[in-house]
């Protein structure tokens, strides 16, 4: 059952509960109000002074004073009722008896001449015995009083309801018809529909809100898918090539003929048999390297812990001036630079970056790295003098598998991952990583962690 309905179940229930109660306060009121008029009549029939007045007094008598709206008769032996005492607003009442009748306890009946529609009536034997007396009042208070009842219950009724009404319609156009817009939005991409969005709510809802997350969601999801896709691709054609030279090279072997190898076919075993190595090298990197990303996703994958990046930026700079004798390394950094963070995943990135610059920049390129200390902020550049990178790549460099050169291959341009550990350290971090670049002037890479 969808919200909708079971709100309208709800108040269609609380609709009959509210109608049920109210008819049941007007009968309880009526049979209050009826009651009085039976306990007045019963207490006339006790009074000796109506008894005696119905007993005595001729038709035309006035009438006595304290009876109010009382109606007093004689029911004669041959079954006539004379009217002795009318009430004063209804003078031609009289209560619908039959000849002789007898009522012992309080009656409805109805009311054949006068203005009240109904008397409640009791008959009270005389003390001559061969009469009875009538005593009975209109039921015209009662009715009115009664009416007033049920019309003001009505039309309250009528004015909750109205306000009811507009209160599901509100909730109806605030709430409701956004969640079903959300649920179809997110049927049809379920269903494979990823172009499919959830409309905007109205403004300051919670539906709204909501509603943008559902977008933000689809939209993050259809990007991930499309990166998982792309990184499927990638992969799979980066491990075609090593894959491709290795099957070359076993079928290549499979095909000679049996024998003793002389020296040149020895050499070229040798030179097969290092071919495969090094593609096997190869494969293993990039199994490395992406074994280390998906392990960079994981939420624990961070050891954290007090790091001083002054000393570590110090590390870094003397192993690059090990590995490139032939380049000048400088560092610009505070003797102490305390952050919460990965001692080891700060150092891969870093050395990430400064590999990158070695890697693609001509020999003797001078390489500088700098620790710049902000406001709630840490930047680590590692900046190259080398021939920069063109414009239109700059926001690709972080991907997984990107090349600047696309004719350069893995084997002698990395495995095209470098770039994306780093990145990816850095937001494991909370941080970000970016990238300045000007061609024939050099790039400068920055890794930005919080403080």
């Known amino acids: 059952m969808t919200l909708r309905r079971r709100l309208v179940v709800a108040v269609s229930v609380l609709a009959v509960l509210a109608v049920t109660a109210g008819v049941t306060v007007v009968l309880i009121q009526r049979a209050y109000l009826v009651a009085r008029l039976d306990t007045e009549i019963a207490t006339l029939a006790g009074n000796p002074r109506a008894l005696l007045l119905a007993s005595q007094r001729s038709p035309d008598t006035v009438s006595a004073a304290g009876l109010g709206d009382v109606y007093v008769g004689r029911m004669t032996a ?17 209560p619908a008896l039959a000849a002789g009748e007898t009522v012992t306890t309080p009656e409805g009946r109805p009311a054949p001449s006068g203005h009240a529609p109904r008397v409640r009536v009791l008959t009270v034997p005389l003390p001559n015995g061969r009469a ?62 990823t172009s499919r969005r959830v409309p ?65 076919g020895r050499a070229e075993v040798d030179d097969g048999m290092r071919r495969i190595g090094d593609e096997a090298a190869r494969m293993r990197r990039l199994v490395d390297g992406l074994l280390d990303l998906a392990g960079l996703e994981s939420p624990d994958a961070l050891r954290r812990e007090p790091v001083d990046l002054g000393p570590l930026l110090r590390d870094v700079a003397s192993d690059l001036r090990v590995v490139a004798p032939d380049r000048e390394v400088s560092l610009e950094a505070p003797e102490s630079l305390v952050l919460h963070a990965d001692r080891d995943r700060i150092t891969q990135a ?91 002037r050099g790039s400068t890479f920055t890794i930005t962690l919080p403080a």
């Open 350 to 440: 870093v050395v990430g970056l400064t590999s990158n610059a070695v890697r693609h920049t001509p020999a003797g390129t001078p390489v500088a790295l700098r620790l710049v200390p902000g406001a709630g902020a840490v930047r680590i550049e590692v900046s190259d003098a080398g021939p920069g990178i063109p414009p239109e790549h700059l926001r690709h460099l972080f991907e997984r598998f990107y090349r600047v050169d696309r004719s350069r291959s893995s084997g002698s341009g990395g495995s095209g991952l470098g770039l994306a550990v780093v990145d990816a350290v850095a937001r494991g971090h909370g941080g970000s990583v970016g990238v300045a670049s000007e061609v024939g």
């Open 200 to 264: 905007p709510g109205p403004p300051g809802t919670e539906a709204a809100r909501l509603g943008e997350a559902l977008n933000t969601m689809i939209d993050r999801s259809a990007a991930t898918n499309e990166r998982m896709r792309r990184f499927v691709a990638d992969a799979s054609h980066e491990l075609r090539t090593p894959l491709t030279t290795l099957g070359g090279y076993a079928a290549l072997h499979a095909a000679r003929p049996p024998g003793p190898l002389d020296a040149d």
């Open 78 to 94: 041959d079954g006539r009722l004379v009217t002795v005492l009318a009430p004063e607003s209804d003078p031609t009442l009289t």
């Open 132 to 193: 009875q007396a009538v005593i009975a009042v209109p039921t015209t208070s009662a009715d009115v009083t009664t009416r007033r009842l049920a019309l003001t219950l009505l039309l309250t009724g009528l004015v909750v309801a109205g306000f009811v009404g507009l209160l599901l319609w509100w909730v109806d156009r605030l709430g409701l018809r956004p969640i079903a817009a959300m649920t179809a939005a997110a049927d049809a991409v379920t269903a494979g529909d």
